[in-house]
């Protein structure tokens, strides 16, 4: 399988292709101008609007993970900017490139995130769950729109709604981890809010079943089917690295230190269940909280 992997820097993106290599499948990275060259990669720069349609010929799949760091500093105007262009624009140009092509991939994955629902409270959300309201589903639904050319045109689009990665190499885990490990940590705001999950190789996975199943299109959440609340994420955190977890933020002294970012991803409250993942069958590694955690920091 010829298989193109954008966002192949990231750490989800190199898991990726290091899964496709081990697989037996040609894992292509789509990179930017200034990346480093290598037979096989294919260029496009988003923000001038071009990529090399040549390169994209003959593709059997294509793994679109590419998006600018929602976690990474504070959301001032130009920060919100980015983040919207970098899944909008970025994926409604691959789109429309696929589309016009000769020979089109047989299948598209193309992330989304949870975002998508917005603060739910204890709503349980399913794929058929309308969008929440604000920027994080404004920018959800936007990125899922983008892919509309490459679906009309005949590809199977996967748009996989991904929730709280788990990896201490890097995201979320690896940021709490310092604090925690001092017992300098506790819950967020009321602690009642759900939090829903995934395992770094259970997303993995979740991407090589939907390379796999040609049954599966359309919006798919990736997360795993026992969400927790903050407080629950909290307490068995603290449990698995035996630290008290004590030392709790209030709601306002989160929204003064990160502004609109701790609204929409430390204090929101999405409770989002994998079903469609549950109906294809896909076996996942992880689906309780603490055998997750252990198992996720038992090299560390």
Known sequence: MDVLVSGSSGLIGSAVVQALQQDGARARRLRRPTGVPSEGNVVWDPPAGRIEADGLEGLEAVVHLAGENIAAGRWTAKKKQRIRDSRVKGTALLCRALAQLNRRPRVLISAS?????????????????????????????????????????????????????????????????????????????????????????????????ALADDALSGPVNAVSPEPVTNGEFTKTLGRVLGRPTVLAMPAFAARLALGQMANDLLLASARVTPGRLGRSGYPFLHTDLEAALRDLLSGR
């Open 113 to 209: 995130a949870i975002g998508y629902y917005g603060d739910r409270g204890d709503e349980v959300l399913t794929e058929d769950s309308p969008p929440g309201r604000g920027f994080l589903p404004e920018v959800c639904v936007a990125w899922e729109k983008a892919t509309r050319p490459a679906e009309a045109a005949g590809i199977r689009v996967v748009r996989l709604r991904i929730g709280v990665v788990l990896t201490p190499k890097g995201g979320a885990l690896n940021k709490m981890l310092p604090a925690f490990k001092m017992g300098a940590a506790g819950k967020i705001g009321s602690g009642r809010q759900w939090k829903s999950w995934v395992s770094a190789d259970d997303l993995v996975g979740i991407i090589r079943h």
